[in-house]
């Protein structure tokens, strides 16, 4: 066993390890499996349970069954796809580009990094309520077309809130999660250095394809990692789209939240079949998408 | 075979200029190497040349075609990196097929003109490898064969064998040799070890401190040297202050008899000081110190009543040494410091 010497101090090695891996993990997993596993577990029992009457059990599967055959879920569903999908996707893009243009060395730089670090530090609810103040029919930017007499009244500004295509939750989302993918990339681009791409470019490749064939590949595991992170909390995330979205088809989460806290607490199982069922389809995209992107790593 | 001119070339890090106003001309199908210590500009200078930095000022010319506004991809002058950069992502062959297939070469063919080159550096059996499973000699060879596959107006090497040991070094050099004979590619590398570039190169550049200090073939640096700076740099130790009037040197040795003329440092290469005979011009000497060092041992003497130090180099040194021989052919006048 070998001793370190650290600042004139003789720092004895740490002693073998003897006690089982499982024993160490033990204290994680039992926070894990009980925290998570449980409320998965608690809330699957209630989403079967028909009578509403505390201490009461009826077992029945019905409210999976009008959550199920309800086309409003679906609709949910489909827009909660859409908001973490293209939230997802903007991200990346925004968030490589930007991470591209700070590891250069200009002038500016440290400034530039700082500001698109800002907002990593401003509440989700916060943003969003800046947005909507800025962007809704009667924010700042309406106001602002209407005096310079680009419009003629509120109704005139395109709907960018509480609209069906979810702009302003999409906008929210890349507007926070641009910084946080920029970063992760960043320090991706700086762990494999410029030197990679510079062979590329000696052997013939332009910008574009010396990035393209021999960069993304090596930062493609990082990116998709952020990528999955952003899908995932894009996807279950209760406060924009109650926020900012339209009142039909509400978000999945939304969605579960109202029949969580109906007066008829007959819905209440539907609540807890939605969340599981939001927790099993999220868990099934991302699962789907980092095989698909092979998140596992550049073999 | 292209041959590359350099005019002025200047790099600025900041303030400083880390290659200051350097002019060059490389001849078709020569090796040159590019030499100095660490930190001397000379990877610097290989960047510009392969366009990977823009010079501050000055020109690169290739063939007499200006290039100093052409992108990297342009110039055909393809740089193999030290430590190889091999593209993690890809297989030995795709690495090597990879200048090819930005050519828009077919895949048949691109797989063919890869395999063959691979053969030609004897790696023929490790095309589906990965970079990560080769060692460092093979990935170092994988690296040229993927810059030599492009036939390449030039090759710019970046201390093509400092990361190899002793024995790969001697094998990786000779394969680098036959392979630059047989394309007749204009070679520049560049290597901080003076051995290196004696053994590769048609023509030695030394530059210290941003700038060239001597150009000449390996034995014009090695026996007449420019000045004591690049003396020191290939090894010499013998440097005596003084005055020549044509016949005979005066210095802390006393008169030593050579055809030196006017005020200067009169050097001699430690393995050029005789030991053995006692000829005519033989200076009286004593032995201060000796120590082995592998192929020659290196001897410290006395000489002259000055206190004069001369240091020797010889194969087999006799037990006693009463007096040395400076051989006129050997003694080379430096301008005075």
């Known amino acids: 066993m070998r001793s ?62 009008r959550v199920l055959g309800d086309g409003g879920t679906w609709a949910s569903f489909g827009l ?47 943003g969003a309520v800046g947005i909507l103040y800025l962007l809704s029919q009667s924010g ?37 999660e641009v910084p946080f993918l920029a970063l992760v990339t960043l320090a991706a681009l700086q762990g494999i250095g410029r030197d990679y791409e510079a062979a590329a470019r000696s052997l013939g490749a332009g910008p574009a394809r010396a990035f393209a064939h021999v960069t ?77 992107l092979r998140l596992g790593g550049v073999r | 075979m292209t041959g590359l001119r350099l005019e002025g070339l200047t790099a600025r890090y900041g303030d400083h200029a880390a290659v200051a106003g350097l002019d060059l001309a490389v001849a078709p199908g020569e090796r040159l190497a590019l030499l100095g210590p660490s930190g001397c500009g000379k990877t610097t200078t290989l960047r510009m040349i392969a366009g990977l930095l823009a010079p501050a000022a000055g020109r690169v010319l290739m063939d007499g075609a200006d290039v100093t506004r052409h992108p990297p991809e342009r110039r055909q002058a393809v740089l193999v990196f030290q430590s190889g950069m091999l593209f993690p992502s890809m297989s030995v062959e795709q690495n090597v097929a990879f200048g090819l297939r930005m050519r828009g070469v077919p895949r048949a063919a691109r797989r063919d003109r890869a395999r063959a080159m691979l053969a030609r550096v004897r790696l023929d059996g490790l095309a589906d490898r990965r970079p990560a499973d080769l060692s460092g000699g093979q990935a170092q060879r994988v690296a040229l064969a993927r810059a030599l596959v492009l036939e390449p107006r030039l090759l710019l090497l970046d201390e093509p064998l400092s990361s190899l040991d002793a024995g790969l070094r001697d094998e990786m050099r000779e394969l680098v040799l036959a392979l630059q004979r047989e394309s007749g590619v204009t070679t520049i590398m560049v290597t901080h070890d003076q051995a290196e570039a004696v053994a590769m190169a048609d023509r030695i550049a030394l530059m210290l ?125 430096l301008p005075p410091p």
């Open chain 1, 4 to 65: 370190l010497r650290w600042r004139g101090r003789i720092i004895p090695a740490a002693p073998v390890r003897t006690v089982p891996t499982w024993v160490l993990l033990t204290p994680a997993l039992v926070v894990v499996l009980g925290l998570f596993g449980g409320g998965l577990a608690l809330g699957a029992l209630r989403s079967l349970d028909a009578d509403p009457l505390p201490g009461q059990m009826a077992w029945s599967l019905a409210a999976w069954g």
């Open chain 1, 80 to 126: 909660s796809l859409w908001i973490a999908g293209a939230s997802t996707l903007l991200s990346v893009l925004f968030g490589v580009a930007v991470a591209l243009m700070l590891r250069g060395a200009f002038r500016g730089r440290a400034l530039a990094s700082w500001l698109v670090q800002l907002n990593l530090a401003v509440p989700h609810l916060v």
């Open chain 1, 140 to 176: 700042v930017l309406a106001r602002i077309a209407f005096a310079a007499g680009a419009i003629e009244g509120p109704a005139d500004f395109p709907a960018l809130i509480w609209d069906p295509w979810a702009a302003g939750i999409v906008l929210q989302y890349v507007w926070k």
């Open chain 1, 216 to 292: 993304w590949p090596q930062i493609r595991p990082a990116v998709t990692g952020g990528a999955v992170i952003v899908f995932a909390f894009a996807f279950g995330a209760y406060e924009i789209p109650a926020l900012l979205g339209a009142s039909y088809p509400k978000a999945m989460p939304v969605l579960a939240w109202e029949r969580f806290t109906d007066p008829d607490l007959a819905r209440r199982p539907e609540a807890m079949a939605l969340a599981l069922l939001i927790a099993a389809l999220c868990g099934a995209l991302v699962l789907a998408g980092a095989r698909g």
């Open chain 2, 209 to 333: 401190d941003g700038r060239l200090r001597q150009v000449g073939p390996p034995e014009a640096l090695w026996h007449r040297p420019a000045d004591a700076q690049v003396a020191r740099f290939f090894g010499g130790v013998n440097f005596w202050p003084g005055r020549g009037d044509g016949t005979r040197f005066d210095c802390a040795l006393g008169p030593v008899p050579c055809a030196a003329e006017g005020p200067g440092l009169l050097t001699i290469r430690p393995e050029a000081v005789r030991l053995d005979a006692a000829g005519p011009g033989a200076l009286p000497a004593r032995e201060t110190g000796r120590r082995f060092l592998g192929a020659v041992t290196r001897l410290r003497l006395v000489v002259g009543a000055d206190g004069g130090e001369v240091i020797a180099d010889s194969p087999a040194p006799p037990e006693t040494i009463t007096q040395v021989t400076l051989p006129r052919a050997a003694l080379h006048l």
